[in-house]
């Protein structure tokens, strides 16, 4: 990709940044923000589109985020992450009883990686704007990919318009 090319798809992506802070800061209404960023599917559709080309021509290197969160999940899941994790919970659950003077009933319920697995042993994994769900090609996850507009058909985008929070 030439750098000219890089340059308009990167302002795609933060001219609508900025613009949604922008509405934002003038209305101080960020349900009316959303609602009016839903109704605008061109734009959504270009931001997409310049997300994913982004994704899979400049940032998809040695060392990409996609590699990374890869490397992380591993990592944690089957490398001692998750006992890391859950040994500094219980420590801290355990000193704020102490603290408050009850009784100490800490549960390690959710240290188990079958927890975190499907039915055929992979890690499940949900992926919020994911564009075009780059997670679906590694094997150890299973992916729920949703994203406002997606850059491709495998996902949902009626998930994420009608999304409470």
């Known amino acids: 990709m030439d750098k000219t090319e890089h ?4 302002n795609t992506i933060k ?3 900025e613009k949604l802070r922008k509405s ?10 959303w609602q009016e ?7 959504r559709k270009k931001y997409s589109q310049a997300m994913m080309k982004l994704a899979t021509e400049v940032w998809d290197g040695k060392d990409c985020r996609i590699d990374w969160s890869y490397k992380t999940c591993m ?9 890391k994790f859950h040994a500094r919970e219980k420590k801290i659950k355990e000193f704020s009883t102490i603290k408050e003077g009850g009784k100490n009933e800490v549960s390690d319920d959710g240290m188990q990686i079958n927890n975190y697995l499907n ?3 992979q890690l499940k994994l949900l992926d919020i704007g994911s564009c075009y769900n780059p997670f679906s090609k590694i094997s150890e996850f299973s992916c729920v990919a949703i994203d406002l507009t997606p850059a491709t058909k495998v996902l949902s985008e009626d998930l994420v318009v009608h999304l409470e929070i």
């Open 7 to 10: 340059l308009s798809l990167s």
């Open 15 to 17: 001219d609508v940044h």
């Open 24 to 33: 934002l800061h003038l209305t101080q209404d960020p349900n009316r923000v």
């Open 37 to 43: 960023h839903v109704k605008e599917e061109d734009l």
């Open 75 to 83: 990592d944690f899941f089957y490398h001692g992450g998750l006992e």
């Open 119 to 121: 039915m055929n042993g």
